[in-house]
């Protein structure tokens, strides 16, 4: 009976803290902070902090909040400009480098990886008969390329736990995809994400830039155009100056910070950013300030194309090219998370971009409810 009570006492406490989604465009801002600190005290000292930015164009919105702490050990507190390792979310940026470069016609998303990787990775690949003239960019852009992820291994991770110091290169990890796991399937056969395919197409970046990766992000996505002023690969490229120390991540109760950057650094993840940036990004994709066609955008968030039809069904989050479309609340929204608790989202219906980054374990509840503050709201500026 005590149990029974003791759970009634903290559900109603939770339903008291509730905080409403339904406001005035004046209290935006006191709401959506109101929200992040309503997902800290949830969490049960599991999150003990989050940034948060927001820009809606169609609602004329734009909001940054920081609070809380950087790590688990709460002894310094949380600021809005505080970079962190995006992991994943980079893919987003590899994907639009590799789709500015199809826009200019400096490669062609149908073509196969073997006109671009160096002969010993092909070697590698082919070791595991894999048949990179049948694998396409578009492949590894959707995550249908059949090749398997070194990253999610467990030898990968026991590796990387047991020699933090290591510094990986792409070489290894490719070396790892062969020795720690056969091929999923032919190209087209079905969705299995995969960082294996976005280190290559890193590697395809990097060869028209003299094997510098980093400039050719930062070039492509045009880093400058946007402002992205507290941005950058991690070890590859200097430092943005003034950047205060990282968010803390961790890898179950495993605090990486200091791990070597190479374990995710190559395509698949490696840049660092802060949520205001990350903001600037993805407003950027969808409101004709990165690419120069409509049409590179419509390929972007096209659905893939699989041998069997049955498969497009079977892929329910619905991969893209380095973003995923998904329903939310009766729209298709498109998003990227990263395993360092980092999510970004953009919603057509209110033009709205959305990006968050929570110290340790990441809370889609809040997410959820920062589209509904901002959805609720009139539109000021719809079409813009």
Request: hydrophobic share 35%.
């Amino acid at each position: 009976m005590r149990k029974i009570i003791f759970l009634l006492v903290i559900v109603s406490a939770a339903c008291k803290s509730n905080v409403s989604t339904s406001v005035e465009k004046k209290d935006v801002g006191a709401t959506l902070s109101a929200l992040v600190q309503e997902a800290i005290d949830g969490s049960y000292g599991s999150t003990p902090g989050i940034t948060l930015s927001v820009k809606s164009r169609n609602k004329n919105v734009s909001a940054a909040i920081g609070n809380g702490f950087d790590s688990k050990e709460k002894d310094n507190e949380l600021s809005i400009d505080q970079p962190f390792r995006i992991a994943s979310v980079t893919k987003t940026f590899v994907a639009v480098s590799i789709l500015r470069l199809h826009e200019m016609d400096s490669l062609s998303v149908n073509d196969p990886l073997i006109n671009y990787i160096s002969n010993s990775h092909q070697e590698i690949l082919a070791s595991d008969d894999y048949n990179l003239s049948d694998i396409t960019i578009l492949h590894c852009l959707q995550h249908i390329s059949g090749l398997f992820d070194y990253a999610v291994n467990t030898k990968y991770r026991d590796i990387v736990l047991g020699n933090p110091n290591k510094r990986w290169t792409r070489t290894q990890q490719l070396q790892g995809a062969v020795d720690w796991g056969d091929k999923i399937g032919e190209p087209g056969d079905k969705y299995v994400y995969s960082d294996t395919g976005y280190i290559l197409l890193g590697e395809i970046i990097e060869s028209f830039f003299g094997g510098d990766l980093a400039m050719g992000i930062r070039t492509l996505v045009g880093f400058d155009n946007l402002g992205l002023d507290n941005t950058w690969l991690e070890t590859l490229e200097e430092e943005p100056a003034g950047m205060k120390d990282l968010v803390h991540c961790y890898l179950g109760r495993e605090d990486v910070t200091a791990f070597d950057p190479s374990i995710d650094l190559y395509g698949g993840g490696g840049l660092v950013s802060t949520t205001g940036d990350l903001v600037k990004f993805i407003d950027g994709i969808f409101n004709g300030e990165i690419f120069d066609k409509e049409e590179t955008l419509e390929l972007m968030l096209a659905k893939p194309i699989m041998n069997n039809p049955k498969e497009e069904v079977n892929n329910m989050r619905e991969y893209r090219c380095g973003i995923v479309g998904m329903p939310l609340y009766g729209q298709e929204i498109f998003a990227h998370s990263g395993i360092w608790d980092v999510y970004v989202l953009h919603d057509p219906s209110s033009n709205t971009s959305i990006a968050t980054n929570f110290t340790n374990r990441h809370r889609y509840r809040l997410i959820k409810k920062v589209v509904q503050t901002i959805n609720q709201l009139p539109d000021e500026n719809a079409g813009q």
